[in-house]
């Protein structure tokens, strides 16, 4: 894979678009940085979506980590590259204002980014997703459930459930509380509760929401997806309709929930923290790619 030096040397020497700072994208209540990757031929009111980078990682090093960037320029969507250098460059899913919709914190801040990249490019509203790993994928949580309203859809690779995370002195593997990580357990009514009382009132639809781990992850352990799912399968009102063996590949079970269209998990046998990105698995739920999602 390319490094980020080479990639701007390309796109010195081609045109190419590139990645972008933002520096005023509006509210910033936790001061955290925007880049954006705007393909040179965008789509008409394009999809946007947000993808989170791990714990110490970089928006930069997010940007060159997985091949949406690639898909964007064939399909003319907009990715916003959301970055942290605070808590060892790790989300705050353990903060109430990010728990809660309108109240601020890092989640805050990523939904003045959507709103700066909706309106400045004429993006479609119905059409913002957000996907991540690890800690970026704890926060594609927090965004689906603090933020239903925003967001169409999510995947989550190695992440936590919503609120998984909250009273927690942290959110790093360093942090004192590992509760969360090790595989913290509620009912599906009480992971459902911590979603709804996010947003009390709200009664639109919720995002669909594909969820990914690896049963041999040591550091999220591969309940906390477990825990997750039972969440949003309460939250989205689907229940769990049959295991498919192979899928994505030969070393995973996809867990299909009602039809799929809502809800699927994705456990890799053999596979660590974390998992891999599966583009096209996720652009085809999303329904920015064509192709069955299930």
């Known amino acids: 894979m390319r490094s980020a030096f080479s990639l701007l040397a390309l796109w010195a020497t081609t045109g190419l678009a590139a990645l972008t700072r933002v520096t005023n994208f509006g509210a910033n209540p936790s001061d955290i940085q925007m880049y954006i990757y705007v393909p ?22 997010w ?4 091949r949406l960037p690639s898909y964007a320029d064939k399909n003319g969507f907009i990715l916003i590259y959301p970055g942290t250098t605070h808590m060892s460059n790790c989300w705050d899913v353990q903060n109430k204002d990010s728990l809660t919709h309108g109240a601020g914190g890092d989640a805050g801040g990523i939904i003045s980014m959507v709103n700066y990249t909706l309106e400045k490019y004429n993006g479609d509203p119905t059409k913002v997703y957000v996907m991540g790993s690890s800690s970026g994928a704890m926060m594609t949580n927090v965004l689906a459930g603090s933020y239903p309203d925003v967001f169409e859809a999510g995947a989550a690779f190695s992440g936590v459930a919503f609120a998984c995370f909250a009273g927690a002195p942290s959110a790093t593997p360093f942090s004192p509380n590992q509760t969360c990580a090790q595989g913290l357990q509620h009912t599906p009514e009480e992971w459902g509760n911590f979603v709804r009382n996010a947003y009390p009132g709200y009664t639109g639809k919720r995002p669909r929401m594909q ?12 309940q906390c997806a477990t825990e997750a799912l039972k969440q949003w399968s309460n939250v989205l009102d689907v229940t769990l309709a049959k295991n498919v063996t192979g899928v994505p590949s030969a070393a995973y079970t996809q867990m299909i929930y009602g039809d799929g269209s809502k ?18 698995r996720i652009l085809r739920f999303f329904g920015i790619l064509s192709g069955s999602i299930v």
């Not at 690896?214 to 999220?220: I, N, P, S």
């Not at 809800?263 to 096209?280: K, S």
């Open 40 to 61: 040179a031929q965008v789509a008409a009111k394009p999809a946007v979506i947000v993808a989170l980078h791990p714990c110490g990682g970089s928006a930069t090093q």
């Open 63 to 66: 940007y060159a980590g997985t």
């Open 211 to 222: 969820i990914y781990h690896g049963l041999a992850d040591g550091l999220v352990r591969p």
């Open 263 to 280: 809800l699927q998990g994705f456990f890799g046998q053999g596979v660590g923290h974390t998992a891999p990105v599966q583009e096209e």
